[in-house]
């Protein structure tokens, strides 16, 4: 099923949760809302869902408006982050529920319900767990459970709130590539809320950035990550160096320091903000280069085939920490040290007028 959102507005006393969102999601997708606490992502779940109401704007469900029809009438599944299963239920009944709750004339038999309880913890591959209850499960396993209870009444969509934020990060990974193999065999047309950006990046079809009630950037995981649209994207995916400086023809003034930057599409003598990915910096420890950004070595962490070098700006830029990413290869010919002055020349910077609103935070 296909869903569109337009125009939609949602304030809670002085905060404005979603400003004028209108989107679509294709039939058969999944589709990743990701961004920062606060951002308005859950808002716009829950009002797809029918468990909010928008202030203004609409919610359209396979063409037809759907803002004013009950949720139980939406055939949407909701998957939230804290399983939400009934606890004095066993997995079996957990999941046959929302069959069980359906009206007489449309409720299946019991040998029904059965059969496709089976099928479905047989698609969770939790099949074995039927008569255990949630307490007796591990985190993983209750958010399948979950989920196959989401999936019994056969919703045309599904909705997932930060479905693994509760559980460890290896468990997190295996159960993201779980939800994409599953995705790929059903072909529900799923939404799901999350502020992990390798999990949206690893799961997702597509990835709709917000921030502060707007979207940012909707695109594909490689066209969010390489071609970001604002300064908001480019600082929220992944690590960054953002650099503050200012365009004089086509060398960038950061401080004391220049360096190319390559963008036509920048006037001079603009104050911009600048973005280089850890891999797209060079260290270079011949400070009679003239070019390039001065700054101090911090740390240098190993990690197997990999070298992290965190650095401290100076001449210019102090009090800002940059970090580059090496081949062991690379660490090891430069022979870094701490303390010990270099320069940085950037093989890659994307250039954004200063006029931009920059996000720094870390997700």
């Not at 679509?24 to 920062?36: D, K, R, S, Y």
């Not at 859950?42 to 029809?69: C, F, H, K, P, Y």
């Not at 910077?349 to 931009?356: A, H, I, M, P």
């Amino acid at each position: 099923m296909s869903i569109e959102v337009k125009n939609l507005h949602k304030r809670f006393g002085d905060f404005i949760a979603l400003n004028d969102v209108s989107l679509e999601f294709p039939a058969g997708e999944l589709v990743a809302l990701l961004g920062p606490s606060g951002c308005g992502k859950t808002t716009l779940l829950r009002i797809i869902a029918g468990l909010e109401q928008a202030d203004r704007g609409s919610v359209v469900l396979e063409g037809n408006d759907a803002s004013g029809t009950h949720v139980r009438e939406r055939q949407v599944g909701f998957v939230f982050q804290h399983y939400a299963l009934f606890k004095h239920m066993t997995v079996f009944d957990n999941v046959a529920f929302g069959l069980r709750m359906r009206p007489r004339k449309t409720r299946p038999s019991e040998a029904e319900i059965a059969q496709k309880v089976h099928a479905l913890l047989e698609l969770v591959q939790l099949d074995w767990l039927t008569n255990r209850f949630p307490s007796q499960l591990s985190g993983g396993q209750r958010q399948r459970i979950a989920l196959a209870r989401a999936l019994a009444v056969e919703p045309r969509v599904l909705l997932l709130d930060e479905p693994f934020g509760a559980l460890d990060a290896k468990v997190r990974k295996e159960l993201r590539r779980w939800l994409r193999k599953l995705h790929d065999e059903l072909h529900i047309t799923s939404i799901f809320v999350t502020h992990d950006q390798e999990e949206a990046l690893e799961v997702a079809d597509r990835v709709v950035l917000m921030d502060h009630g707007k979207v940012e950037q909707v695109g594909t995981p490689e066209e969010v990550y390489n071609h970001p649209a604002t300064p908001f994207v480019y600082g929220f995916l992944g690590s960054v160096n953002l650099f503050h400086g200012r365009v004089e023809s086509d060398q960038l003034h950061i401080g004391d320091s220049r360096v190319p930057h390559h963008d036509t599409q920048i006037q001079y003598n603009q104050d911009v903000y600048a973005f280089a990915r850890p891999h797209e910096l060079e260290i270079i420890t011949d400070l009679n280069v003239q070019s390039g950004i001065t700054a101090q070595v911090d740390r240098i962490l190993q990690f197997g085939h990999t070298t992290r070098v965190e650095l401290d700006g100076l001449n210019g830029s102090t009090g800002q920490h940059f970090e580059v990413l090496l081949s062991a290869a690379q660490a090891q010919s430069l022979n870094l040290q701490t303390k010990q002055q270099v320069r940085l020349m950037p093989s890659r910077l994307k250039v954004f007028q200063r006029e931009s609103t920059v996000n720094e935070r870390k997700a």
